[in-house]
């Protein structure tokens, strides 16, 4: 009889991992895998499938990305663009052709250049930049890219306990304090128990502890996620500048440019919350030596038109959301010369009071003088 449940316990955790049902089909936490053999700590599970709430579909592919293979190396004469982020650039509840990396790519082809332009979404939900920089450093680079974009939301300066995923935290023995920007102001977390520990491992236990006992979130962790950090220390600051001064370094070692790409957020829409941490990032970016584009303006102006709604929630673009942003985005890259466009493409036209024109204004940072991209290996 024992061996007989055993066996029945085992059959429906292997169907589970084969076949995820339930509400853990529904989260973003039933595409992750733990990998603490690596530095990102985890990751996209290669060939996972699953949907969001409003039945958008999530395919990982065989290499651990929301996105189709890419060759390895890279074919000849072709520009290839990687974007680093979470689930703002991963797409969270919208279609994978409605992502701002996906929307940039068909735009690019569209304009026919005469180059081959390909944009690969790196992006896993829960990252902040020590993941980004861990997972660029150890499998983005292999990609070969002549470019990198890095997209920042505010919450990447908050506790990455946070952010990361849950269910994923609780396997981990252990979360490295550089992952923290201020290790001194770690948020409280309790210790899990053995028992759980060994729950979380299971799909089948995790399956059914989410039916019977569904956690509750803590009001004071809850309140201090969706905090917006618009006013970070000079030491969280330094730990940004060491975590971006990371990829970039990487970056130019294999011979390509990096941008850090800065995502606003809901509440600074309508203006009543300012663009103080905007200011500070470019004025970061200046000094760091890399080109930072500030996306607020942008999803100002659009607002202002009547585009929209162009958040899900606090800081989830939706599809419109991610077309203003590959919008901005296209033009402000390639009025920096960081595409292989003619010069002068996308560069705001300045109107009767000296201002950049309306729909193309976007902040930058000066970073380094433009220059005709040339293509790489």
């Not at 992750?32 to 039945?55: Q, T, V």
């Not at 930072?292 to 419109?320: K, Q, S, V, Y």
Request: proline letters at 9%; glycine letters at 8%.
């Amino acid at each position: 009889m024992l061996l007989g449940v055993a066996a029945g316990l085992a059959t429906a955790e292997i169907a589970l991992r084969l076949f995820p049902i339930g509400s853990a089909a529904q989260e973003l936490r039933g595409l992750h895998e733990l990998r603490p053999d690596r530095p990102w700590l985890y990751g996209l599970r290669p060939g996972a499938e699953g949907s969001a709430a409003n039945g958008v579909r999530y395919v990982v592919n065989a290499d651990g990305f929301r996105d189709r293979r890419y060759a390895r190396p890279k074919p000849p004469r072709t520009f290839r663009i990687v974007v680093l982020g979470d689930s703002i650039a991963f797409g969270y509840q919208v279609p994978v052709e409605d992502t701002f990396p996906k929307v940039l790519e068909a735009r690019l082809a569209a304009l026919g250049a005469g180059s081959r332009i390909e944009v690969l979404n790196l992006a896993v939900s829960g990252y902040n930049p020590y993941t980004e920089a861990a997972l660029f450093a150890d499998v983005g680079i292999g990609y070969q890219p002549d470019l990198v974009l890095v997209q920042f939301c505010v919450n990447d300066l908050n506790d990455p306990t946070l952010h990361f995923d849950a269910q994923t935290i609780q396997r981990l023995d252990a979360i490295p304090e550089a992952a923290f920007p201020d290790p001194a102001h770690r948020a409280p977390t309790p210790a899990p128990s053995l028992l759980s520990r060994a729950c979380a491992r299971s799909r089948l236990c995790s399956l059914v502890v989410e039916h019977l006992a569904p956690a509750r979130p803590d009001p004071a962790r809850l309140a201090a996620a969706l905090a917006t950090h618009d006013d970070p220390s000079d030491a969280e600051l330094a730990w940004l500048r060491a975590q971006y001064g990371g990829v970039a370094d990487r970056a130019a070692a294999a011979g390509a440019r990096f941008a850090v790409v800065v995502v606003p957020y809901s509440t600074q829409l309508d203006g009543k919350v300012g663009d103080h941490l905007e200011r500070r990032l470019v004025a970061l970016g200046d000094e760091a030596g890399w080109v930072t584009i500030d996306l607020l303006p942008a999803f100002r102006e659009a607002a202002a038109r009547g585009e929209g709604p162009l958040f899900i929630d606090l800081w989830h673009l939706t599809a419109a959301g991610h077309r203003v942003a590959a919008e901005a985005l296209l033009a402000q890259l390639a009025c920096r010369g960081l595409l292989p466009l003619p010069a002068g493409t996308g560069c705001p036209a300045p109107s009767s009071t000296g201002a950049p024109a309306a729909a193309r204004r976007a902040r930058t940072s000066s970073g380094p003088s433009p220059v005709a991209p040339t293509f790489t290996r």
